[in-house]
């Protein structure tokens, strides 16, 4: 019979969250080494926000991946395992080979899940034959070579109708797609759509006026509620539903950038931790479980009510942390997250405009000028300064 390891701090999910709490966790309580565990079968880690610029043929997709060893931070332990199930009743986790870890308090943090097979035709259509998706390390590569070779015809770009990591990458790839034609000459001759589930191009009005002008000026033809629902790659045709009408629309396309629909992890939604619709359910402010004082959620698996980023998370954190440690020492819980997101919606190959906005869909910006706008020193942000900043200061627990 296996011994029970135990910890003060266990973290299911050493991505972007787990790593950046764990981080923050250790500096803020240097006592607090050799009592943190992060649970995590990955060897590697992805800096998943510069994909979409991998796709467009901007950065290599080497440049995005690290070793998941280099990142644990000191004073932590790394369990290379996938947990499965959960006993918050007795504050335990049990891993897939059957390891129990007891810990005083959870931290979780184990992403989102990419219902790759919930698109009929797609496992069998992806990274071939014009069909093409960012949301894979494996796939993102395939992109910029379908972008590379367009010589002209339909350009298909979809948006699916669940939650999703960064609500805005589906139409970044598109807007660098126009680009991309026109530098190459093929857009006289071509034709971009985005079929997406939503009802609007985005959710917060100030950033969604400018969009609708860059939509307008590129000559972008928007179909809006379509579901994309089963690709028939043989035909090299994408079959949609209306979610309002119910009504079925087939488009043929020479190229398919498909965003496919996304879950809480199951491992998750099956467990007693969920709410209704199976995510981690926690305050949304002080990011607390509603049912185990003692456990805590943050980023893509948490029911926040705010748009899924990593920018989100860079401000969950230090607020998590702060309450972890408030539990931990028996006193109120003070700090407060207020839904703060970000957005960098990239329009073109040097023009960025960098959305920012809190629970009640307010701009809450950064700069001291009107983000709505497009620019080349926000494009620059984005692509230079932000993988910087998440390397050597948010994943070491310094911002
Ligand atoms: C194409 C694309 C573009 C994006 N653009 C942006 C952007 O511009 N700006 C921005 O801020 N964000 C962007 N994002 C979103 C951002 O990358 C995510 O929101 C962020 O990485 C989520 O962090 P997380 O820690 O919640 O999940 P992840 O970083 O995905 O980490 C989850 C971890 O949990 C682990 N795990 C899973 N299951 C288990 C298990 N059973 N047991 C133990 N561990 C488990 C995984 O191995 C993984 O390491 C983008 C994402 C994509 C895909």
């Known amino acids: ?24 966790l250790l500096r803020a309580r240097p006592s607090l080494r050799g009592s943190i565990a992060i649970i995590d079968p ?18 290599s997709k080497e440049k995005t991946e690290r070793e998941e060893a280099s990142l644990i931070p000191k004073g932590a332990t790394w369990i290379k395992e996938s947990i499965e199930s959960f006993f918050p009743e007795m504050n335990q986790v049990c891993t897939a080979q059957g390891e129990k870890i007891q810990y005083d308090y959870l931290v979780v943090s184990a992403g989102i899940e990419i219902g790759w097979d919930k698109i009929k035709g797609l496992p069998e259509a992806i990274g071939k034959g014009g069909v093409c998706s960012n949301y894979s390390y494996e796939h993102v590569s395939y992109t910029w070579e379908c972008l590379r070779t367009f010589s002209g015809g339909t350009a298909i770009f979809t948006h699916p109708n669940t939650p999703i ?12 797609a126009d680009d991309h034609m026109r530098k190459a000459k093929v857009r006289s001759h071509s034709q971009i759509i ?9 959710a917060v009005k100030k950033y969604a006026d400018s969009l609708q002008n860059v939509i307008n000026r590129k000559n972008i033809h928007t179909n ?30 020479d190229m398919l950038h498909v965003v496919p629909p996304m879950f809480p992890p199951r491992f998750i939604r099956e467990s007693p931790l969920a709410d ?8 949304a402010a002080t990011l607390q479980h509603r049912r185990y004082p003692n456990i805590f959620s943050l980023g893509d ?3 926040l009510p705010t748009s899924k980023t990593g920018a989100a998370i860079r401000k969950q954190a230090p607020v998590l942390v702060a309450n972890l440690l408030a539990v931990m020492d028996q006193q109120t819980l003070s700090a407060r997250y207020d839904g703060y997101t970000s957005c960098p919606l990239v329009t073109g190959y040097n023009r960025l405009i ?28 984005k692509k230079d300064l932000l993988p910087l900043l998440y390397w050597r200061a948010m994943m070491k627990g310094r911002m």
């Not at 990591?165 to 660098?176: D, S």
């Not at 509620?225 to 043929?252: G, P, Q, Y």
């Not at 009107?370 to 080349?376: G, H, S």
Request: charged share 25%; glycine share 6%; net charge positive.
């Open 301 to 303: 698996c948490s029911n």
């Open 1 to 24: 019979m296996s011994s029970i390891r135990k910890f003060c701090v266990a973290i299911v999910g050493g991505g972007s969250a787990g790593i950046m709490v764990a981080a923050r």
């Open 224 to 253: 809006f509620r379509w579901n994309l629902i089963e690709i028939l790659s043989k035909k090299k045709e994408a079959l949609f539903v209306h979610l309002d009408t119910k009504e079925l629309h087939t488009l043929s396309y």
């Open 165 to 176: 990591k960064c609500g805005g990458a589906p139409q970044k790839i598109m807007y660098l």
């Open 354 to 381: 960098l959305a920012e906005f809190d629970y009640k869909l307010e701009p809450r910006e950064t700069f001291p000028f009107d983000q709505a706008k497009e620019r080349y020193s926000m494009y620059r942000v």
């Open 276 to 283: 209704e619709a199976g995510w981690v359910e926690i305050d």
């Open 194 to 202: 985005f079929a997406s589930a939503n009802a609007s191009i985005f």
């Open 42 to 59: 990955a060897d590697k880690h992805y800096y998943q926000p510069l994909w979409t610029l991998v796709g467009a043929g901007v950065v």
